[in-house]
Each structure stands twice: as structure tokens, then as C-alpha cells.
């Protein structure tokens, strides 16, 4: 169903999944309209330190205009505080993905679990949404893959099940392209997109500088460039790591603050994904049209 203006949203936390072998039971928040039926779901993972309380500018809108938004909260997360020599520390990378899957092996749980929702989910219509490091875990699941010391390709993580992808100021090639720092204590930041072929909305800011790269902010545009099959690149103009301040309301880590850029963002992400999820297919084109035909332009947007 289309909801053209905002529904009171239903949110729900923690949800907790039982997880062994992780030492933490995954804990997630929940978002959902509170009418409406066969709403599409949306997995969304946070970038480093957050947790399942991030992204409340995006992700109140998505739930308020038809999604299903479910948040885990990984073990970087500051809310758990994992000491640097916890043995989980290098691995927390996979277990992120780990978490991504586990929540789509639980949505029966996941759907008891919120009052009102069940039977409410389509479960043929899934994307994965991910800023920063959220966005390396998400492009996992659409196909990219780590590569080892030997630039060989490691496993292939990827999850049929995800339809469509959104990745956030995701990061790009590794090798030359990574810092000696990064290179040194982020070995798993060496993806290949040759394989990440599910439709993915790439978006980057053009002042996105990362300490992690020797490049510059084109960077973030490698997950479009590099990867096959239908992509769309959304460049915003002026916009730095947070994207205008997609973490939260009041962020103090926040260094483009921009309202409008928000606001912009969070209509294209959910004009992308419904038609992408053929849930709409006039939707997107008329945000292309309303982009090119702002008097001060935010940002511009490919296709291939």
C-alpha cells in the first residue's frame, strides 16, 4: 500500500533474538505503521557505535509512510561497550551480517513480538538499508565480497531473500585506496562489488573526506560504479559523512547539519525502494524530476 501522507507508527524495543554463539542475545527495535496490510520490510544496520535507538529521521519516515523497519543493535555498538581484546572484536564484521540474517530467520518472532502486526508483513518484498559500516554489512548481503591478503574473493554472503539495497556513505576499494591505519586495524575494508548485482540506490556525499582513504569523496561512489546490474548513484551536494544528519535529531557528531538535505534524502530512499520492490512505479521517476528541477539543486542522480 502506498501512504502518500504520514500513519502513527508503532515502534517496539528491544525485541530480543536468542543467539548463541554471539554472547549477546541480539536485541531490535521495531517500527511499523500502525494500519495498513502486506507492508514491505526494511533491515536496517547503523554505523559504527550506534545502536537500534540511530536513524530516527530516517527511519520514522519510513515507517510512516508504509514500511516495516527492523534495527539491530551490533556488538560494536557503544551501548555494549566490547572491550579491544574481546576475541569477537575482529570478527565483528561478519557477526553483523550474522545479526542481518538472523533478524530474517526470526521474523515470525519478530512478528509476535509487536502488538497489531501480525499477518501485516510481506515477506516477498525485504531491503537492507546501512550507513558507514552499516552500509559495508548491507552490501555483503547484496552480493559484495571481502577480498583476502591474496585478493582472492572470500565466502559469499549474500542473502537471496533482500530484493534491493540502499548503501549510505559506504566505503569503497581497499589495497591502495585504505590509509596504512585503516589497512592495518580494518583488513575486512577490502570488498570486491564484482558480484553485488542485487538493484542498489548508492547515495555519497561530494564533501565526504574520509580519514580512511587516500582518495577523495568519490570514494563512496565505487559500490555504484564498480558492482553490475541496476544501480542508481545519488549524489548530494555539499553533504558530509552524516549526510545532513540522518544519525538523529540532535547529534553532536553531526558535521553537515542540513534539514533540507534530510528531508530530501529520506523522500528518494522510499521512493527508490518502492519501486524497486514494485510496489510503485511513477514514484521515483517524479523525485528524479523534482530534483533536476529545484532553483538550488541538492544533489543529482544516475541510473544504469
Not at 575486512?188 to 580512511?212: E, I, K, R, W
Not at 514514484?283 to 523534482?290: E, P
Request: proline share 8%; net charge negative.
Amino acid at each position: 500500500m502506498k501512504m502518500s501522507t504520514p500513519t502513527p507508527v508503532v515502534s517496539v524495543k528491544p525485541v530480543v533474538l536468542p543467539a548463541p554463539g554471539r554472547g549477546e542475545d541480539l536485541q531490535v527495535r521495531v517500527s511499523a505503521p500502525a494500519i495498513g496490510s502486506e507492508l514491505p520490510i526494511i533491515v536496517f544496520s547503523h554505523g559504527f557505535g550506534w545502536s537500534l535507538d540511530g536513524y530516527s529521521p530516517l527511519v520514522d519516515y519510513w515507517a510512516a509512510h508504509g514500511f516495516v523497519v527492523i534495527q539491530p543493535t551490533h556488538l560494536d555498538s557503544r551501548t555494549l561497550n566490547l572491550p579491544p581484546d574481546d576475541p569477537r572484536t575482529p570478527l565483528i564484521w561478519r557477526f553483523r551480517v550474522e545479526d542481518m540474517k538472523r533478524i530474517l530467520d526470526q521474523l515470525d518472532l519478530i512478528e509476535a513480538s509487536v502488538p497489531g502486526l501480525s499477518g501485516r508483513l510481506d515477506r516477498s518484498r525485504i531491503a537492507a538499508a546501512g550507513h558507514s559500516w552499516g552500509g559495508q554489512t548491507v552490501g555483503l548481503l547484496l552480493g559484495a565480497r571481502v577480498l583476502d591478503a591474496n585478493s582472492e574473493p572470500g565466502e559469499d554472503m549474500s542473502d537471496s531473500r533482500i530484493k534491493a539495497g540502499v548503501l549510505l556513505a559506504t566505503t569503497g576499494l581497499g589495497g591502495a585506496d585504505l590509509t596504512p591505519f585503516a589497512a592495518e586495524h580494518f583488513p575486512f575494508m577490502n570488498p570486491s562489488f564484482s558480484d553485488m548485482s542485487t538493484p542498489t540506490l548508492v547515495v555519497a556525499g561530494d564533501h565526504d573526506q574520509s580519514l580512511l582513504s587516500t582518495r577523495g569523496p568519490d570514494w563512496f561512489t565505487d559500490p555504484y560504479f564498480l558492482s553490475p546490474g541496476s544501480k542508481s548513484l545519488l549524489i548530494l551536494f555539499g553533504a558530509e559523512h552524516s549526510l545532513g544528519g540522518i544519525a538523529g535529531y540532535n547529534v553532536t557528531e553531526t558535521t553537515d547539519e542540513n534539514p533540507e538535505r534530510v528531508a530530501l534524502l529520506r523522500r528518494l530512499t522510499w521512493s527508490y525502494l518502492r519501486d524497486a520492490l514494485d510496489l510503485d512505479d511513477s514514484s521515483w521517476s517524479a523525485a528524479h524530476i523534482a530534483l533536476e528541477e529545484r532553483a538550488i539543486p541538492l544533489g543529482r542522480i544516475e541510473s544504469k
